[in-house]
């Protein structure tokens, strides 16, 4: 074991020294989706922006595996030498995790490091509020990241509180309080609704329901026993109206996918490759601590929370931990089905709205107007002409 981290630093050291010669080009920006995923997350709207601006920049999109990624932007194998010599070429990276960076990357003096990051609705304590449960390796992985950082993107007052004392972001870095990039989806209206919902093949008469749950660290799935059949049934004798269902999981927890039936109006939304597509489509969220809440509470959408195993999940001695954020909540806390569906019973949208309202303004105090990607666009081409 010695001998191999021996050999590894010594082949980092090497491919440091031969990469910090290569020069800077200075209308290159690099993208990294999670740890090597497709064309998605908040890169893929700042990429979407700059080609409507029609910005005559060099794009380069990292994947481990063949994904798709649109024309105009390159694909190339992180751990290729094509994708080697990409990031060290780049004037600018922009990442939305922490500790995943190819094992040879260092930053160079002149190139711009932007954290975009990928839950800005934080309810789960994170980095250095959890750091004596994370395990060894990551912690000294994202330290090292914070220290190279130059920005990181913030969608609202109460993520930015969040970012300044735990991330262990250095002086130099900014706060950019541009909002979310890929939340600016939920601005374009109900026309834009319909083609997404057209794509996915619904009409746009249909209803959708999306139950998307967090994952437990310790790989339990006893809570996701909801029974969508009986749901669904339950929904339309409610409403009158046809329901679709949408089951998507957390992706650490995608290979679980068997633990639900589908057919009959119930789908298999967990490979679609855009979340925020989803919400965009969807009238009404199922989950549990997820910060997908954030997205449909941007849009006043009804949002239920199914969460059985609360006790478990918000204590720091048995689970994640929840952040008060959550203890502040407008929605109601269902721990079986029927008391999920005697909530959705006593729903009020007027009453929901107001809440809701009065919650963003207080305690999470969010950035977003349909914007944030055209600020980071104009943020990095300022970045470029320096």
């Not at 029609?54 to 994904?67: E, F």
């Not at 799935?221 to 049934?233: P, T």
């Not at 207080?362 to 470029?384: K, T």
Request: charged share 25%; with cysteine.
């Amino acid at each position: 074991m010695r001998v191999w981290h021996s050999i590894k630093g010594a082949i980092k050291s090497f491919l440091r020294k031969v990469l910090h010669c290569f020069p800077i080009q200075k209308n290159r920006i690099v993208f990294l989706n999670y740890d090597g995923k497709g064309f998605g997350d908040n890169a893929k709207s700042i990429a979407e922006e700059i080609f409507r601006q029609g910005k005559p920049y060099d794009l380069i999109w990292l994947v481990k595996k063949d994904a798709f990624v649109p024309e105009g932007i390159k694909k190339v194998s992180m751990y290729d030498w094509e994708g080697v010599y990409a990031l060290s070429t780049a004037k600018i990276i922009i990442n939305n995790c922490k500790a995943n960076m190819p094992f040879f990357f260092k930053k160079k003096k002149k190139q711009f490091y932007l954290q975009t990051w990928h839950g800005d609705f934080a309810l789960k304590f994170i980095e250095k509020e959890v750091e004596d449960t994370l395990p060894i390796d990551y912690v000294a992985k994202s330290k090292a990241d914070s220290a190279v950082t130059d920005a990181v993107i913030s969608g609202s007052g109460s993520f930015s509180k969040i970012l300044r004392e735990s991330f262990w972001l250095p002086d130099h870095c900014a706060i950019l309080e541009f909002g979310v990039p890929r939340n600016d989806l939920f601005f374009k209206g109900d026309e834009a609704k319909n083609q997404l919902k057209e794509r996915y093949g619904f009409s746009s008469q249909d209803k959708i329901l999306l139950y998307a749950p967090t994952f437990r660290d310790n790989g339990s799935v006893d809570c996701y026993d909801l029974d969508f059949k009986k749901l669904k049934a339950f929904l339309e004798k409610n409403t009158q109206e046809e329901w679709r269902v949408i089951i998507r999981l957390h992706p650490n927890i995608s290979h679980k996918e068997d633990l639900f039936s589908y057919g009959d109006g119930i789908v298999n939304g967990t490979a679609y490759p855009d979340q925020q597509e989803l919400c965009m489509i969807s009238d009404w969220l199922i989950t549990d601590y997820s910060s997908i809440m954030g997205d449909f509470l941007i849009m006043k959408k009804p949002v239920f929370l199914y969460v059985p195993d609360l006790d478990v999940y918000s204590s720091r001695t048995t689970g994640r931990g929840l952040r008060d954020l959550f203890y502040h909540l407008p929605l109601q806390l269902s721990r079986d089905q029927n008391a999920l569906e005697e909530q959705i019973t006593a729903f009020d949208q007027r009453t929901y709205e107001r809440e809701v309202e009065t919650f963003m303004q207080r305690y999470y105090r969010p950035f977003d107007d349909g914007h944030a990607s055209e600020r980071v666009v104009c943020h990095l081409s300022q970045v470029i002409q320096y």
